[in-house]
């Protein structure tokens, strides 16, 4: 039997008969069920009684019950509902007041009934959404990470060896990587699991400390040592004597206090600037930089003896553009922190979404990752992270809308992006090499080439032979139903291969 389609049902509260009127004709008219409510008392009521409206039309200023007490009150009932205000004073506080309280949106009276349309279409298509993650389920406990270091790919499990491997000694650690790769929560991981663990743990960013204050910051002084030193103070070795100091962004530092930093680790003794007594510490060093060191050395900006006394043991935290695999647990970690943490109540996130996210290059690494998925939960109108709630570059990925199908939990990274690629190739008229496929036909012949080829001189900015070759890959793909093994057969490469170009366009 044919599928019956349901009208969406939309309930319509304001005290004005002659709005409900006109907005209930727009809405009917066009095919949608609409109930009308003439008070915030009696809209509550309808919607307690259920079951509750797909979307639902509120005035500010009703007389009795309000419009913004009852979008509070309708929204801690049924979290998932959808709500639109209607205003004739589109003042600021108006706008914020409803954003804040969870509006959808608000619409400005009298109604222009194709923005009013507009805007149903896109509450409704939100609905359907946010419906379709009802049985997301989280793919990690955040217990199982209290280090805060999320992650289960390959690179990552050689970073959890080298953690465990060190924990157990005194040696001192050198973690590389670009900013927002989690390698002061290294630092933390091995402190916490040492025997210097109910020692204390200093931070340092060398980078934000001036030159002609970090020396004080770290070793102290002695009162009257220089202008402003009106008392003695301890600095961050004397103060961790015993435990760990973290210094972050070493390679920022200059080299009068690289000398310095070198003789604590050599003789174990340190001097309060101003000061002439010498005093000995038991501190483990940990340092982490962004920067090339090797070639800091080479250009005679970071001390060789320095140098080596620090990079005894090297972690290396690869960016998150090279464990892609780890995004969704991270995405998880993040929402389950923010419930906990009271400051989101978002604890899903669509597979659209996710496969969005996944696509991305970061280039802030997870500290980016982590501010994305705090602002889409901010600014998300339900309980999960819909793709409309993600920054404007990440919506799309590589020319292509995130589909559902190219993200999976337990796939990884290479295989969605070979998903896509194979939808978007399908999109994209691939129709001609699948038939010649069934056929027994090669999947792409060389008349065939140069046809795409010549095509292609035609249309498009975009340099000619990415293009080309992004197109064949795509099209053999589609053609192959995703086959990776096949479509490297097809196109003469070694599956390695394929995967690296995949992965380059």
């Excluded at 200023?61 to 589109?90: D, K, P, Y």
Aim: aromatic share 4%; glycine share 8%.
């Amino acid at each position: 039997m044919p599928e019956i389609s349901i009208p969406a049902t939309i309930l319509v509260i304001d005290d004005d008969a002659e709005i409900r009127y006109s907005l209930s004709r727009v809405l009917s008219t066009h095919g949608y069920r609409v109930t009308e409510a003439a008070s915030g008392e009696q809209g509550m009521a309808l919607v307690k009684k259920g079951p509750p409206p797909d979307l639902v039309f509120l005035d500010v200023r009703m007389g009795g019950m309000g419009g913004i007490e009852a979008l509070q009150l309708i929204r801690s009932a049924q979290a998932r509902q959808l709500v639109i205000l209607m205003t004739a004073f589109g003042t600021a506080q108006t706008a914020i007041e409803a954003m804040k309280y969870g509006a959808f949106d608000y619409v400005m009276k009298p109604f222009d009934p194709p923005k009013v349309l507009s805007l149903v279409a896109s509450a409704l298509k939100t609905r359907a959404d946010l419906h379709a993650v009802s049985d997301y389920k989280p793919s990690i406990n955040t217990e199982d990470y209290k280090e805060g270091i999320v992650g289960s790919s390959p690179v990552m499990q050689e970073v959890f060896k080298v953690i465990g491997q060190v924990t157990a000694s005194d040696v001192t650690v050198m973690i590389t990587g670009e900013s927002g790769t989690g390698k002061e929560l290294v630092a933390r991981s091995i402190w916490k699991h040492s025997h210097r663990t109910c020692k204390p743990f200093v931070a340092v960013n060398c980078a934000a400390i001036p030159d002609n204050l970090i020396e004080s910051e770290l070793f102290g002084h002695e009162r009257g040592s220089f202008t402003g030193a009106t008392g003695q103070r301890l600095g961050k070795f004397e103060l961790c004597d015993g435990g760990t100091i973290f210094l972050d962004e070493i390679g920022d530092m200059a080299l009068a206090t690289q000398t310095k930093i070198l003789r604590v680790l050599q003789t174990g003794e340190i001097q309060r600037v101003g000061g002439t007594e010498t005093i000995r510490v038991d501190v483990r060093v940990i340092a982490a930089t962004n920067k090339d060191l090797e070639a800091m050395v080479r250009a005679k900006t970071f001390r060789e003896d320095l140098y080596y006394r620090l990079n005894v043991v090297r972690i290396k935290m690869p960016p998150l553009r090279e464990r892609g695999d780890d995004i969704p647990q991270i995405v998880d970690f993040c929402l389950q922190n923010l419930v906990k943490q009271k400051k989101a109540r978002v604890s899903k996130v669509s597979p659209e979404a996710l496969a969005a996210l996944v696509a991305h290059r970061w280039q802030g690494n997870v500290r980016e990752l982590e501010n994305v998925i705090y602002r889409s939960a901010v600014i998300a109108q339900g309980d999960a992270i819909l793709v409309k709630d993600l920054p404007a570059e990440i919506r799309v990925a590589t020319g292509t809308e995130a589909s559902v199908a190219s993200v999976s939990r337990g796939n990884s990274t290479l295989d969605s992006t070979l998903t896509t690629i194979a939808e978007s190739a399908a999109l994209a008229n691939a129709k001609v090499v699948a038939e010649s496929v069934a056929s027994g036909a090669p999947a792409l012949s060389v008349e065939r080439a140069l046809d795409f080829l010549h095509a292609s001189l035609c249309i498009g900015d975009e340099p000619i032979l990415p293009r080309i070759e992004r197109e064949m890959i795509a099209r053999v793909l589609a053609a192959e139903n995703g086959d990776v093994a096949k479509a490297a057969k097809v196109l003469g490469l070694t599956k390695a291969v394929l995967h690296k170009r995949v992965k380059d366009l």
